[in-house]
């Protein structure tokens, strides 16, 4: 543990603090990675990241390591198996939610290249296009969950709590 003082969201959870320090503002690069933000996002829905964050791992191994190309295969039969993982968030219409979307993503890159791109292309347009151009495609994601997304992956200005040690100004 360290004793710099964190965002409220992030706690004394080391992975979310690792995250909070790693990940969250940065590009995530590939399409695998944005894929893999795009679930946590959908499985974030009405509960907190933090949760999201501890049972990544577990997430990562029911749903095929967030491997688009393989989810978007899945059938009931698959859904079912994911639903009784070890660790899982037990969500029936996120894990369905989380396999529409891996197919709309895999149209979606053959159709438009790099996600990252398209994501930019998006934005260019402006938030509230953005915002319908995500729920046009994808399941499970509103305008909050786009704008957490977007947040994620270094598309929106981070907003870190005044005194995170991250914010401008903040603690070492």
Not at 42 to 62: I, K, P, T, Y
Not at 149 to 158: D, T
Request: glycine share 8%; charged share 25%.
């Amino acid at each position: 543990m360290t004793d710099r003082p964190y965002c409220a969201w992030v706690g004394d959870e080391p992975v979310a603090r690792a995250f909070h320090d790693r990940e969250w503002g940065a590009d995530p690069g590939t399409d695998r990675a944005w894929f893999e933000l795009l679930c946590l996002e959908v499985f974030q829905a009405g509960l907190s990241w933090r949760l999201v964050l501890v049972r990544r791992e577990a997430l990562r191994r029911a749903l095929a390591g967030f491997d688009p190309d393989v989810l978007a295969r899945w059938t009931g039969a698959d859904v079912d198996r994911a639903l009784a993982a070890p660790g899982m968030i037990r969500n029936r219409k996120k894990i369905e939610a989380v396999v529409a979307n891996a197919r709309s993503f895999r149209q979606l890159v053959a159709a438009h290249g790099p996600f990252g791109a398209w994501v930019d292309r998006a934005l260019a347009a402006g938030p509230d296009a953005v915002v319908r151009r995500f729920r046009e495609r994808f399941s499970f994601l509103g305008p909050t969950l786009v704008h957490s997304l977007l947040e994620s992956a270094g598309r929106l200005p981070v907003r870190h709590d005044p005194g995170c040690h991250a914010a401008p100004g903040g603690a070492p």
